[in-house]
């Protein structure tokens, strides 16, 4: 065989993996502003949305997709801008342009009768969507230990936590972030917890941006729900365990689900903040049996 053929012939076979995978291009969706938002999918079926939790990256869902894709479902995630692949622009680290990103993905999509499940942050989120843009293209909600209504104490929210404690907190932070972290892993989970699982979610937490982080957490402790969160229609189940360090159930599920007009809370007792690692089993079997109900 001449040199030209066999080169050729070569071309021909590793063709299949040095290709980019189909629909690549498609991969980033252009938010309002220009941001390029990543996005994956996995499975066919009924759409649900998965909304990371603070400085997560997509691949925190991945006991859910893989799980729920094998159920039927089309499993969506994306990383919320300036976290995992999407574009980290200046600005926009706040609920309205986080909820404006939101859209971006479901309209682009288009996305009908849809699932939205967020955890810790995205239900706030989540409800800005809704007051934002309506519910027309959404069927239910999960949240997953949310921090709604409003994590920050003032002379009509006694059940928050004051000003000075968050400010504490970021401070810490930009001394030695990653110390912090390891000093916060253990309430997020139970004791039954794995070290390697744990391990692999601190390693997702730990590639954002500090000035992102810090950005993001100003707005999660500084933005007010209530009023918005009486306005939601659509179905809301709320997942939330009774030993959560990061979102105690007294300050945001239980008046979360006081505010929501229809909504189901569900306490899982002896669970953390992290639920969808620690409850796995019981987390499925509770969203399943709420898309089947709603």
């Not at 080169?7 to 690549?24: E, M, N, S, V, Y």
């Not at 968050?166 to 916060?184: I, L, Q, S, T």
């Not at 253990?186 to 070290?195: L, R, V």
């Not at 505010?259 to 809370?265: G, I, N, T, V």
């Given at each position: ?56 990256t997509?691949?925190m ?95 009509d929210?006694?059940l ?5 404690n ?19 892993t ?10 390697a699982l ?10 954002i ?86």
């Open positions: 065989m001449r040199m030209q053929e066999q080169f050729t012939a070569l071309a021909a076979d590793i063709a299949p993996f040095a290709a980019p995978r189909r629909g690549t291009e498609t991969r980033y969706i252009e938010a309002r502003d220009g941001t390029r938002l990543y996005w994956a999918e996995t499975g066919r079926g009924r759409p649900l949305l998965f909304l990371n939790s603070w400085a997560m997509n691949q869902w991945d006991l859910q997709v893989a799980a729920f894709a094998e159920q039927g479902f089309r499993c969506i995630c994306y990383d919320r801008r300036g976290h995992g692949r999407s574009d980290q622009p200046a600005e926009g680290y706040d609920y309205d342009t986080f909820a404006d990103d939101l859209a971006a993905i479901v309209e682009a999509l288009d996305l009908r009768d849809l699932t939205l499940i967020g955890h810790s942050m995205a239900g706030g989120e989540i409800v800005r969507y809704l007051n934002r843009r309506g519910d027309k293209r959404i069927a239910r909600a999960v949240f997953i230990a949310p921090t709604t209504p409003f994590p920050l104490r003032t002379d929210n006694p928050g936590l004051p000003r000075e968050y400010e504490a907190v970021r401070a810490m932070w930009r001394r030695d972030f990653p110390k912090w972290v390891a000093d916060n253990a309430p997020f989970f139970t004791p039954e917890t794995s070290p744990m391990q692999w979610a601190v390693d997702i937490l730990l590639r941006s500090l000035p992102v982080a810090i950005a993001v957490n100003r707005a999660v402790t500084e933005t007010d729900f209530r009023a918005e969160m009486t306005k939601v229609k659509i179905p809301v189940l709320i997942l939330h365990g009774d030993r959560d360090a990061s979102a105690p159930l007294e300050m945001s599920g239980q008046p979360s689900a006081a505010l929501l007009p229809d909504c189901r809370l569900k306490v899982y007792e002896g669970g953390p903040h992290g639920l969808m690692y620690t409850h796995v089993d019981r987390l499925h079997a509770d969203i399943l049996a709420f898309v089947e109900e709603t």
